[in-house]
């Protein structure tokens, strides 16, 4: 079974040719949240490694660093959870922008609806995007993949009550596009060269 079988629970699939031919404004696809948004996140350009444990994380994690030849890279981060998590990968962790040309981070929220990823001060503090590096590592686990916008930032307004983070805003320009210019969750945006690791945690 491949790994989009395995994340798709073999589900029915819809092809490429669907997505193509349907116009901007037409509904969204009734398929799994899960699915959509791997279809929307790949045609936005991201790289996407589903994992269901963390030893398949730890693997993805290598297979990154070697495909890139990033052995000798600082990962600049400004999330302490991830130097904790990851301090036996052999990665050296910096909080210098200047030491380093890869962002590792995790998330707020996986957006089905455009395939974006939703990021607030909690991860990227007061930067805008086009400050950060253009290759992004990203962690995140299956829990936090939402439908859309209003419900990420539903569930942000629920977790954080009266500490509700700001400079939230949306991740989703993976290769250069014209796309989206007047999206306003967007702004500031460049676009990235981004690795989703996905955990299974449910």
């Known amino acids: 079974m491949g790994v989009f079988d395995k994340l798709f629970g073999g589900g029915k699939k819809v ?22 948004f791997t279809i929307y ?18 693997q993805a994690l290598q297979n990154i660093i070697s495909e ?15 130097e904790s998590r990851f301090a036996s990968e052999k990665i050296g ?3 210098n ?12 929220h996986l957006v089905a609806h455009n395939g974006s990823i939703l990021v607030c001060s909690n991860q990227i503090r ?24 209003s419900e990420a930032l539903k569930v942000i307004k629920e977790k954080y009550k009266k500490n509700i983070p700001n400079n939230i805003t949306t991740l989703k320009h993976f290769q250069p596009t014209p796309e ?12 990235k060269n981004v690795y989703l ?3 299974e945690d449910y």
């Open 97 to 108: 922008r200047k030491e380093s040309d890869i962002f590792f981070t995790t998330c707020e």
């Open 126 to 149: 007061e930067k805008k995007l086009d400050e950060l590096p253009s290759n992004l590592i990203v962690f995140a686990t299956t829990s936090q993949l939402v439908d859309s916008i």
């Open 41 to 58: 996140f790949k045609k936005n350009g991201g790289k996407f490694i589903y994992c269901e444990d963390d030893i398949e994380i730890s």
């Open 93 to 95: 962790f910096t909080q």
């Open 15 to 36: 092809s490429k040719e669907t997505l193509e031919t349907r116009g901007e404004h037409m509904p969204d696809l009734k398929i799994p949240v899960d699915e959509k």
């Open 180 to 191: 989206n210019k007047n999206d306003f969750l967007s702004y500031g945006s460049a676009s």
């Open 197 to 199: 690791l996905l955990l």
């Open 68 to 82: 890139n030849n990033w052995q000798q890279h600082f990962f600049y981060t400004l999330d302490p959870r991830l």
